[in-house]
T-cell receptor
Framework: DQQVKQNSPSLSVQEGRISILNCDYT??????FLWYKKYPAEGPTFLIS?????DKNEDGRFTVFLNKSAKHLSLHIVPSQPGDSAVYFC?????????????FGKGTHLIIQP | KAGVTQTPRYLIKTRGQQVTLSCSPI?????VSWYQQTPGQGLQFLFE???????NKGNFPGRFSGRQFSNSRSEMNVSTLELGDSALYLC??????????????FGPGTRLTVT
């Protein structure tokens, strides 16, 4: 059973527009969420995180929104740039004692078109 | 500050063999986690070591094992390799235990191909 789901395997967005990547989770014990970005032949790099006590966290062009009642989070990138083309992974953690480390979604391949 | 390094970067093995992968964390980091990335399953957590002790373990068979040394370097071992073990194996280090508000820093991974 996949506890973190990224239902869009790929997303194509025009340069300068907003990119919205979505993530859903099923485990109500998750209380910390992260987004990672991955280029080919490299490991994922941390982008932004959010704790369940917040509903929004912003860092430059990146904003993560958390809707706990819907068990849904999204990553907004504004404006989108060509260098943003990568695979984005959503990850979740139960910091209260979960034994499974970080649980990742399968990723969304974001393609920024010029 | 040097990043997380993994060796080797690429590896080809045959079914039934065993393999050992190595990970050197960022200096000062005491937690090392291992993940398997495959196209079908995405990133899956294997295990985490903190101060030479296995703290967490994912849902993988006992053929997958690991250890951590006093200098925080970690190795993972896969015995009796199967074709399905072909994957990118990623190591990540962090200051504290993963998921406890410390972001993990990933290495570039070891690409294992089992033939």
């Amino acid at each position: 059973d996949q506890q973190v789901k990224q239902n869009s395997p790929s997303l194509s967005v025009q340069e300068g527009r907003i990119s919205i990547l979505n993530c859903d989770y099923t485990n109500s014990m998750f209380d910390y969420f992260l987004w990672y970005k991955k280029y080919p032949a490299e490991g994922p790099t941390f982008l932004i995180s959010i704790s369940s006590i917040k509903d929004k966290n912003e860092d430059g062009r990146f904003t993560v929104f958390l809707n706990k009642s819907a068990k849904h989070l999204s990553l907004h990138i504004v404006p989108s740039q060509p260098g943003d083309s990568a695979v984005y992974f959503c990850a979740a953690s139960d910091t209260g004692g979960g034994a499974d480390g970080l649980t990742f979604g399968k990723g969304t391949h974001l393609i920024i078109q010029p | 500050k040097a990043g997380v390094t993994q060796t080797p970067r690429y590896l080809i093995k045959t079914r039934g063999q065993q393999v050992t992968l190595s990970c050197s964390p960022i200096s000062g980091h005491r937690s090392v986690s291992w993940y398997q990335q495959t196209p079908g399953q995405g990133l899956q957590f294997l295990f985490e070591y903190f101060s030479e002790t296995q703290r967490n373990k994912g849902n993988f068979p006992g053929r997958f094992s690991g250890r951590q040394f006093s200098n925080s370097r970690s190795e993972m071992n896969v015995s009796t390799l199967e074709l399905g073990d072909s994957a990118l194996y990623l190591c990540a280090s962090s200051l504290g235990t993963s998921g406890r508000y410390h972001e993990q820093y990933f290495g570039p991974g070891t690409r294992l191909t089992v033939t």
